[in-house]
């Protein structure tokens, strides 16, 4: 089974960057899809960002331009670097592997844009 924990959350005052990390454990060699999906009070989860195996890309229209997903070398920690943070991006974020027959997520790491 995979394991997939999150980090790096937190508070940020609009305009400013963090970056997010999501460590993997377990069986992910076969994953075909890594993401990041957020989810802010009273709203449904939402899409940010995926990663295929193959390294293509795709963005929420909403933080097109603005963050970046990625992979370390090992391929075993999915990065989100958030940049221009606005208030409206505050959520709790979410890491998500995909495979043939399962997924799993992890358990979400808090991030606040504030003034």
């Known amino acids: 089974q995979v394991q997939l924990v999150e980090s790096g959350g937190g508070f940020v005052q609009p305009g400013g960057s963090l970056r997010l990390s999501c460590a993997a454990s377990?069986?992910?060699?076969?994953?075909?899809?890594m993401g990041w999906y957020r989810q802010a009070p009273g709203r449904q989860r939402e899409l940010v960002a995926t990663?295929?195996?193959?390294?293509?890309?795709n963005y929420a229209g909403s933080v097109s331009g603005r963050f970046t997903i990625s992979r370390d070398n090992a391929e075993n920690t999915l990065y989100l670097q958030m940049n221009s943070l606005k208030p409206e991006d505050t959520a709790v974020y979410y890491c998500?592997?995909?495979?043939?027959?399962?997924?799993?997520w992890g358990q979400g790491t808090q991030v606040t844009v504030s003034a």
């Open positions: 998500n592997f995909k495979f043939a027959q399962s997924e799993y």
């Open positions: 377990g069986r992910i060699f076969s994953v075909r899809v």
């Open positions: 990663i295929l195996n193959g390294g293509y890309t």
